[in-house]
């Protein structure tokens, strides 16, 4: 007589994923972040042409290099606000996690080039060393979201090795390789939300979202 092996469970938290990434996606085409990825590509890459410049002219100045970044960062904010809305990191449970993500990468790329500049920058190891926590932060995006931001983890990967075998043009190699990810990831996400259909969500997903839209009010 054959055995038939007892069915398992779905696991919920696959269940509980698989319904967070819908939502994800739901709100990043309703609010174009794709749209905001695009021109956020265009504003790192004119700082990153700016910094190869004042690099290639010998201003190693960290001020002139601190103050492009800071307009970056300040610009970017702005655009995001714009496009997608004042709290969009509040839209959706995933959207707040990735944030996390992404502003920790942040953090450590600054605190990379602090140490740098600390130790003296005979070697300017600190880009690479962008390159490296680039491709962590796209891995941790893909494990969260989607494999295919494996992509752009692996390019990143090879910008970095690109990067320490011309190290006169760093900045514009890691200017370029985050232009085309923000472009391709832009292009996409806009391709998608001009033939998305409505996604229809687990009501315990939907009660979840009540609850964090509330709670980001009485903030």
Not at 60 to 69: P, Q
Not at 111 to 132: M, P, Q
Not at 160 to 179: A, E, H, K, R
Request: proline share 4%.
């Amino acid at each position: 007589m054959t055995m038939i092996a007892p069915k398992r469970p779905a696991n919920p938290l696959l269940r509980w994923k698989t319904e967070l990434v819908a939502d994800l996606e739901r709100v990043a085409l309703r609010d174009r972040w794709g749209l905001a990825l695009m021109i956020l590509g265009w504003s790192h890459l004119a700082t990153f042409v700016a910094c190869q410049v004042l690099h290639s002219i010998g201003d190693r100045r960290n001020v002139h290099y601190l103050g492009l970044w800071a307009l970056e960062f300040a610009t970017n904010i702005w655009v995001i606000r714009r496009v997608a809305g004042r709290r969009w990191f509040c839209t959706t449970p995933l959207a707040g996690v990735l944030t996390r993500v992404w502003a920790t990468f942040l953090i450590l790329s600054f605190n990379a080039a602090t140490l740098n500049s600390l130790t003296g920058f005979s070697i300017e190891w600190f880009k690479a060393v962008w390159a490296t926590l680039s491709t962590f932060g796209f891995a941790t995006t893909a494990y969260l979201v989607n494999p295919w931001y494996f992509v752009p983890a692996v390019q990143m990967y090879f910008t970095g090795l690109l990067m320490v075998l011309t190290p006169n043009w760093q900045y514009l190699i890691y200017g370029v390789s985050w232009w085309a990810t923000f472009q391709g990831i832009g292009l996409i996400l806009e391709r998608r939300r001009h033939r998305a259909k409505p996604i229809e969500f687990e009501p315990a997903v939907l009660e979840l979202r009540a609850v964090e839209e509330a709670l980001a009010d009485r903030r």
